[in-house]
């Protein structure tokens, strides 16, 4: 299905605010954005739990069924079906838990939901709120939001983190914000409990964060490239995600698909791409990576918003960031 977004009941397993934008898939339910939880995890069809049964086997050595301990077999409450086998001692975080850790913080009026999904079957589910207002980048606009994610396959642990979103064309930059302790994001293994009220502590940390981050933005969006700092920029930035971990000539990293789609969109071909704030600039720069991780990489739709937000494109576009905070340090 489209951006592997969940159809497991029939219906996109996705809700966003009747306030904001249309998601880019063009999937989903809309909700007035003051509703309850339980109008947003009825209208993501997200009113189901995981539910932990034992692993057993028919044994052909003594012909009776046996149990393995150590696992056990998520699945769904809805339509039983199986999202994975996990260690005995995996601690589940219900889509319920996700929803009303947002819809604590929405009461005490520090964010607004904006949306709300599920990804493979349900194997992964996420919601994303917005924590303020939209900062100017001289003639450009970034959103800040809030992401809380958990898996059901053992593949991610439960995470907090901010990201942003400009708002032109809904490129994401990936944990840009940072605590007092460096961190990017807050991450809770699936052996500890998940905790909302030490989450929240933590994350409150970050908000002072955005506007440090307002600043680095505008710092890039004044900071003019030339070719030569452009190619250098994107050889490192390319470098360490070439083929087999294999090191590669800088007429190699200039021959690849990326490389390649990446100097197009920065020339000129991105989304907003009249605006002074991206005219040769290092945002522009930055912002023509995430179109492309967000919008464009990968051979098919229907795995990128997973990859971008969570998988290889999600440490791609970290990568980025930091090298661009390198250039203005």
Not at 289 to 312: S, V
Request: net charge negative; glycine share 8%; with cysteine.
């Amino acid at each position: 299905m489209a951006h592997q977004i969940d159809f497991t009941t029939g219906q996109a397993a996705i809700a966003y605010a009747t306030s904001s934008d249309t998601p880019w898939h063009g999937l989903g339910q809309t909700v007035d954005p003051n509703a309850g939880i339980e109008v947003w995890q009825k209208a993501a069809h997200l009113e189901w739990s995981a539910l932990k049964a034992d692993v057993q086997f028919e044994s052909t050595v003594s012909g009776q069924r046996e149990t393995f301990a150590d696992k056990h077999v998520l699945y769904r409450s809805d339509s039983g079906a199986p999202l994975s086998v996990v260690s005995a001692d995996y601690r589940i975080v219900q889509p319920a838990d996700v929803l009303n850790f947002f819809g604590e913080l929405a009461d005490a009026g520090q964010f607004t939901i904006e949306t709300v999904g599920a990804l493979s079957e349900g194997r992964r589910i996420w919601a994303l709120g917005r924590v303020g207002d939209n900062a100017r980048i001289l003639d450009d606009e970034v959103a800040p939001y809030l992401l809380l994610a958990t898996s059901y396959d053992g593949t991610m642990a439960t995470v907090a983190r901010f990201t942003t979103i400009r708002v032109v064309c809904h490129n994401t930059l990936q944990a840009s914000l940072r605590n007092a302790d460096a961190q990017r994001q807050v991450t809770i293994s699936h052996q500890a409990i998940f905790d909302a009220r030490a989450v929240r502590a933590d994350l409150g940390l970050a908000l002072d964060a955005w506007e440090e981050f307002q600043i680095k933005a505008g710092l890039m969006a004044t900071r003019k490239l030339s070719d030569a700092e452009t190619d250098a920029w994107l050889q490192d930035l390319f470098q360490p995600f070439m083929p087999y971990g294999q090191t590669y000539s800088p007429e190699q990293v200039r021959k690849s698909k990326g490389y390649r789609r990446i100097t197009e969109l920065f020339a000129g071909a991105q989304k907003g791409g009249g605006q002074d704030a991206i005219d040769q600039t290092l945002w522009g720069l930055l912002n023509a990576t995430t179109e492309y991780i967000d919008h464009e990489k990968g051979r098919m739709q229907d795995n990128r918003l997973n990859a971008a937000w969570f998988g290889p494109g999600a440490k791609f576009k970290d990568h980025a960031y930091q090298l661009a905070e390198k250039i203005i340090a």
